[in-house]
């Protein structure tokens, strides 16, 4: 079984860019998360889709992060304008059902603002 | 959701048994508890969850003593390729709840040979 997709791995912009992150969840699941990890510390939720809805977005700075699933495969992750306090790993989780006890996670996109 | 306190880093040697303690004091009746893994790179994995007394996997073992306000990830014999970040969270996983997760600090586990 695939695992959760990630792209891409790595990105470097300068302050005030725009940056997007794509994700392709495990084959199925109707449930997809994105974290947000700053060095040093554990994920922290932004965003939570149950298919193509969202249910949790409470943590998502919504003047500069977007996200959306339209179709309610993929997902796309988007910082517009970026902050150097933007630079963490963005990491896509997803889970078969809503409250699932099992979330797997992708391997994260490292993301570095100068 | 409740608050998880576990140490900040653990040294052990290979060969070692290593028993990760986190105190979840305020701990709810519907709660569970899970144990995540993450190595340097990659995302967290699902390790282990319990709810009360002990339950073991090929990975580890987890102990939950009577009153639940306290849990203890044991990992046996580790291996330098189990140094990681071991997070302890707490929360509904039951059937309509959204299944959010609050990671803390996380335990950072340190195998030496």
């Known amino acids: 079984e695939a695992g959760v997709a990630q792209s891409p791995r790595y990105k470097i912009i300068e302050k005030r860019q725009s940056v997007a992150f794509w994700c392709n969840p495990i084959?199925?699941?109707?449930?997809l998360y994105w974290y947000q990890q700053i060095l040093g510390q554990g994920p922290k939720l932004l965003i939570q889709?149950?298919?193509?809805?969202?249910?949790?977005d409470s943590q998502l700075p919504k003047d500069r992060f977007s996200a959306e699933r339209l179709k309610g495969v993929d997902s796309t992750l988007k910082i517009q304008p970026a902050k150097l306090e933007d630079s963490a790993v963005y990491l896509c989780?997803?889970?078969?059902?809503?409250?699932?006890?099992?979330?797997?996670f992708g391997p994260g996109t490292r993301l570095t603002v100068l | 959701l409740a608050k998880t306190t576990q140490p900040i880093s653990m040294d052990s040697y290979e060969g070692q048994e290593v028993n990760i303690t986190c105190s979840h004091n305020?701990?709810?009746?519907?709660?569970?508890i899970t144990w995540y893994q993450q190595f340097p790179s990659q995302g967290p994995r699902f390790i282990i969850q319990?709810?009360?007394t002990k339950v073991t996997n090929e990975v580890a073992s987890l102990f939950i003593p009577a009153d639940r306000k306290s849990s203890t990830l044991s990992l046996p014999r580790v291996s330098l390729s189990d140094t990681a970040v071991y997070y302890c969270?707490?929360?509904?996983?039951?059937?309509?709840?959204?299944?959010?997760?609050?990671f803390g600090q996380g335990t950072t586990l340190q195998v030496k040979p």
């Open positions: 319990g709810y009360k």
């Open positions: 305020n701990i709810a009746t519907n709660d569970y």
């Open positions: 969270l707490v929360g509904d996983m039951g059937s309509g709840n959204t299944g959010k997760l609050i």
């Open positions: 084959s199925g699941h109707a449930t």
């Open positions: 989780a997803s889970s078969s059902r809503l409250g699932s006890d099992t979330q797997y």
């Open positions: 889709f149950q298919n193509n809805g969202v249910v949790d």
